[in-house]
């Protein structure tokens, strides 16, 4: 029976399954984390439909990949994310110019027996679209698998932060190229969506600077209560986290990840670090992680439809391996780490799932959209397991 107090239940559900599920997943040698996305899917509308997405949940795994994105910045190695700029562009190009037309080759094949022959969408465009939303990653799944398997600071780690930021901002530059010139209703201006992002990052360099300057003076005279800092430094996260978002159309995990590496050069970086650990453990993550799995619900779907889903995972996994990993070897990274940091960009997570829907009806045909959902769930939880193998000492 529904109560107001219905979602207490849903958080006590989620907790033990994610747990549960963690504790079976490290048992046979694979990430915790697949245990959690396992539980939000065998507990949603795709299996026992035990949890629907509810306001709680949503709102809840918002914050939740906040805190582990900032956490993340602060565990990353800063010098090290200098030293692979550039690197990590072209890694970032090359990820997703390579899924791009992989997706775009793979809808050109199969997009005339799939889509109504009713339809008015151009199918250039929406050929163009599937391929937009391969070229999305959530690295939140990748960051929390590497700070499980402790490899977060490695180079191959390294070079997969840096690759992910900026696969986020071209990203989103290829679905404001696309919405503009293939859906009359959209209202994207590419030049103002550039504009805003160099704007972004110019005002976030400047006001890290003086924020950095601000908490350093401050904490260096301040008492030994140092809840305060990990007060402030939350308020910190969340407004860049919010400006990014609304104001220069920058996700707001890119905000939260830049708030993260400002105080990761701070003297109080472990306190706070640690701090952050437990309140991510403890609710947020499970929430987040899960909530992935219970977005879930599985259409009816036709022969030509789950051939085209079968190989949309494929291409959507390999693609990224193969871009990634070219880009990866033209800076003389090992072949295996290579092969990591292309595993390490493989999931799509809940990026390609806001994709998906910032296309609108005119660009994303219904009849496509559960074929997307379970590309989007299958390499969320491929690309943990693959990392862990990719990673794994000969010890």
Do not use: H
Not at 109 to 129: E, H, M
Not at 139 to 162: C, F, H, P
Not at 218 to 236: H, P
Not at 291 to 308: A, C, E, N, Q, R
């Amino acid at each position: 029976m529904e109560t107001e107090l219905g979602f207490l239940l849903d958080l006590a559900l989620i907790l033990l399954s994610t747990k549960a599920l963690g504790i079976f997943t490290k048992k046979i040698q694979m990430p915790q984390v697949v245990g959690a996305l396992l539980a939000g899917l065998i507990l949603g509308p795709a299996c026992l439909d035990i949890l629907q997405e509810t306001d709680f949940i949503t709102e809840c795994s918002k914050i939740g990949v906040i805190v582990l994105m900032f956490s993340a910045g602060l565990e990353t190695d800063l010098k090290g994310l200098k030293k692979c700029g550039f690197a990590a562009l072209v890694i970032a190009l090359l990820g997703v110019i390579i899924p791009c037309i992989g997706g775009y080759g793979l809808a050109y094949i199969y997009n005339g027996r799939i889509i109504p022959s009713d339809a008015t969408a151009n199918i250039l465009f929406q050929n163009i679209f599937i391929g937009v939303i391969l070229t999305a990653t959530s690295v939140s799944i990748t960051v929390e698998t590497l700070k499980e398997l402790g490899k977060l600071n490695t180079d191959a780690g390294t070079a997969i932060m840096g690759a992910a930021i900026i696969d986020d901002i071209l990203g989103i530059i290829a679905l404001t190229v696309i919405t503009g010139i293939g859906n009359p209703e959209s209202d994207a201006n590419v030049g103002e969506v550039l504009i805003k992002i160099v704007a972004f990052f110019v005002i976030a360099g400047i006001v890290g600077f003086l924020f950095y300057k601000l908490f350093k003076s401050w904490t260096d005279v301040a008492g030994e209560d140092k809840r305060r800092y990990v007060i402030v430094s939350f308020v910190f996260c969340l407004l860049m986290a919010y400006v990014a978002e609304v104001y220069f159309g920058v996700a707001d995990i890119t905000g939260a990840y830049l708030a993260g590496l400002v105080i990761s050069q701070t003297a109080r970086k472990e306190y706070i670090e640690k701090r952050f650990s437990v309140l991510s453990y403890l609710m947020l993550s499970p929430i987040f992680f899960a909530s992935i799995g219970i977005k879930v619900k599985l259409p009816s779907m036709t022969k030509d439809i789950i051939i085209f889903t079968v190989l949309i995972i494929i291409v959507a996994t390999i693609t990224k391996i193969i871009g990634c990993g070219i880009g990866a070897k033209c800076f003389k990274y090992s072949t295996k780490e290579c092969i990591q940091i292309g595993a390490g960009m493989v999931s799509r997570g809940e990026v390609a799932l806001v994709v998906m829907d910032k296309g609108g009806k005119a660009l994303m045909p219904s009849s496509l959209q559960g074929s997307i959902v379970i590309m989007v769930v299958a390499t969320t939880i491929v690309a943990p397991i693959l990392l862990k193998l990719l990673f794994k000492d000969k010890a």
